[in-house]
């Protein structure tokens, strides 16, 4: 998610924890502690593309990073703080660095949460931004911190906040299932034979639902909405495989088709290749739009190795795909 959304539940994690005892300083450590773990973006800095990846939300988002970092960080706080409560401190640290994972999890790229091992926990039930998860927590959260720390009004209004929010997160796992339902319906009423099916939320909203369908030889992509009248679209993108040529078979290629877990489309302009991760789709909700979410075009060095150089984004796509969301939502 955001890092404000991880900001708002560190901040309210900390103060479900420790608010009683040193109040609104509760609500800053947990607010700090719930962004450490996206500090792996670092590793773009000093590695390349396809190791930083593999990196993105592995051990830093664990339980293991939490087990063994929560006292560390609470071993150092309580060298300078008034509240010397070695296990308090613990206990603030783990559950703003557990929370983030878990609330990351819900997400399309998911979390490594079970690391070292190779699984990769993702619910794909709610967009990385959301505001009818994270505002009206934020709400929440700032009416709790002008209270006093020993009233049952602040922990009225934390609870609530963290209540709502949860709430939030089961409400779009079931409106999930209704769309998958409502897809493969569509699919069987159209008499398309598939592989695999995996739907995920439209940016900023549960109503509007993607599905990404795998075909022998092409993925299928179709938005619904709960509104909508009309029979589903689905708009043909041909995996175009072949085009990888011997760099299939590249350790690194290989790499990146792990990432994608196989989701995954090529094409090609004027003898550059792309590698397009089908898994977050376009910028667009317009039929076959190319402008992929996360692209990568691949320049082969002298020594025969592929580079994965992801391709910088328009912010004009972003923009007028605001808009077309929104009419889009309303049905078809």
């Given amino acids: 998610m955001d890092s404000l959304t991880q900001i708002v539940l560190g901040a309210a994690v900390g103060e479900a924890i ?10 800053l450590y947990g607010a700090i502690a719930g962004t450490i773990p996206d500090l792996d973006v670092l590793a773009t800095h000093f590695t390349d593309t396809v190791s930083a990846l593999e990196i993105h939300r592995g051990f830093t988002h664990s339980i293991l990073f939490s087990v063994l970092f929560a006292p ?10 008034k509240h010397k409560n070695f296990k308090d401190w613990s206990w603030l640290f783990f559950w703003a660095f557990i929370t983030h994972p878990i609330l990351d999890a819900h997400t399309t790229w998911g979390t490594q949460l079970f690391w070292p091992l190779d699984i990769r926990l993702a619910f794909k039930s709610v967009f990385v931004i959301d505001p009818l998860y994270t505002l009206p927590f934020l709400v929440f959260l700032i009416l709790t911190m002008f209270q006093k720390r020993t009233t049952q009004k602040r922990r009225l209004f934390n609870n609530l906040g963290l209540i709502l929010s949860s709430s939030y997160l089961v409400i779009a796992l ?9 897809f493969t319906k569509e699919l069987s009423d159209q008499n398309i034979e598939y592989l695999n099916i995996k739907t995920k939320p439209s940016p900023l909203n549960t109503i509007l639902w993607t599905a990404n369908v795998e075909t022998k030889d092409a993925f299928l992509i179709g938005h619904s909405s709960f509104f909508d009248k009309n029979p589903i679209q689905f708009y043909r993108y041909p995996k175009n495989h072949h085009l990888l040529g011997n760099l299939l078979n590249h350790k690194k290629t290989q790499r990146m088709i792990a990432i994608s877990k196989g989701w995954y489309t090529i094409n090609k302009i004027e003898n550059t290749i792309y590698f ?49 969301l929104w009419l889009r939502i309303k049905g078809n």
């Fill in 18 to 27: 420790l608010g009683r005892k040193i109040g609104n300083k509760a609500m």
């Fill in 72 to 81: 560390i960080l609470a071993f150092i706080v309580t060298k300078y703080e």
């Fill in 174 to 182: 079931i409106l999930k299932g209704i769309s998958y339902q409502s």
């Fill in 276 to 324: 397009n991760d089908l898994r977050f789709g376009t910028l667009s909700i317009k039929p076959n739009a190319q402008n992929f979410v996360f692209k990568y075009k691949i320049e082969i060095d002298s020594t025969g190795i592929p580079h994965f150089i992801e391709e910088p984004k328009d912010k004009q796509d972003a923009k007028k795909l605001l808009s077309d």
